[in-house]
């Protein structure tokens, strides 16, 4: 007699293939610029779409189903990465019982949360080799496109990025575009070398605009950060044979002209000692509504005072997970939009030295065993280990331009950890 029951099982459980899975985590990242542009600009015909939590969930439950329906565990993987991914995350989170500001802090904790389920079900999917590839090529080759879209749609509905930048967020769009932007550079130039003909016209498009994509957000971080990962992709791809060692000369000369007349004309009303000044009488201003005509140096000559306060009050457990900004706007009277700082600072003042030591040996494993493995460049897996050194190069970006804007606390440091937890194991050096 035929078992309907079974045969229906492994219909479902044949359907959850690793390009499917794939497909869903890389649409995820990729909704999630579009969620957080639609969270700028409020509610849209009174409804606030959530489409990464969605994407979240739906990814999840997929991965339980999948598990469930041929009864394969969950995989909980407890390698070195993951481990001090989990204890990391499970600080910030705990910071919330501690925080200064403890409804501000739950929103965080809650969108933390999500982000270490995205997690733990991308150390899932990427477990089968097939995924590991897609998953990447999805998510960074088609990023520049969405991004060019989006960006379109800001010029055209607000005259600029800068402009639709409303939150008053540190993580505006525009810094939010640029970053995503500077991670897929590296991996779409390698492709024009490597990729079939159609497939190299296609990423040297998208290339163009992710280049384009940085240059319109007007993000200083984000124009220097593309910059170095332009100068290392084009060292790495000259080192590995596949572009000319003049053609590197060319680029590098190029790049460092072109960040010469940006900076001139950055600079082109304002002399340095006229920026001295400026940043002086900041500092040194007696009054809060002299100060506020300034500019955005008060907001960040608050900022280090608030920092080093923090530091000095509470250096171990710090005031809780993103509470520096309420703080800072509490203390000085300061209003929103004016606080821009990296990585460093908001992981100090939101979880002290409890957060900062498992970040610190996170990242020490990581580069340790990235060091470790030679990534030889044999014929056989020749491609593979090109594309490996090229996702290196886009977190070597991310993790730059985060020293500048905190972006640690967004999808992609996860998504690159569980990248190197997965994909790494099988080079030399790997543990």
Known sequence: MLNTNRLSQKAISGSF???FFAFLAAS???LFPVQFGLQLQGFIYGIQFDLWRICVFLLLYSVLLKCLLTKNPL????SSVDKWVYVFCGIFIASVFWSLYPLHSARQAVDIAINLLFYIALINILAVSPARTRFWSIWLMSTPWINGFLTLFYFIAYGGLRAASVSGDPIDIS???AVTSIMSIPILWASTNLAGPLLRR???FGLIIALLVVFFSQSRAGIFTSAFVMIAT???LARQGIIGFFKVVFI???????ALIFSKSYLVTQTYDEIIKRVHKTVFTSSIQEARSIGQDIGRAHMYDATKTILRDDPLLGIGVRSLKPYIEERFDLPRGWIAHGFPIEILTNVGLIGAIPFIILMYTIFRQLGTASLPLTSRGKRENIYNTMLIVSFLGFMLHSLFRPVILEPYFYTFCAIFSTNLKQLKGFH
Do not use: M, Q, Y
Request: no cysteine; aromatic share 4%.
């Open 28 to 30: 995820g990242l990729l």
């Open 234 to 236: 084009a060292f790495l």
């Open 202 to 204: 296609i990423n040297s």
């Open 17 to 19: 293939t690793p390009e």
């Open 175 to 177: 810094n939010l575009l």
């Open 75 to 78: 995989r909980l993987s407890i």
């Open 252 to 258: 590098t000369v190029l790049i460092g002209l072109l």
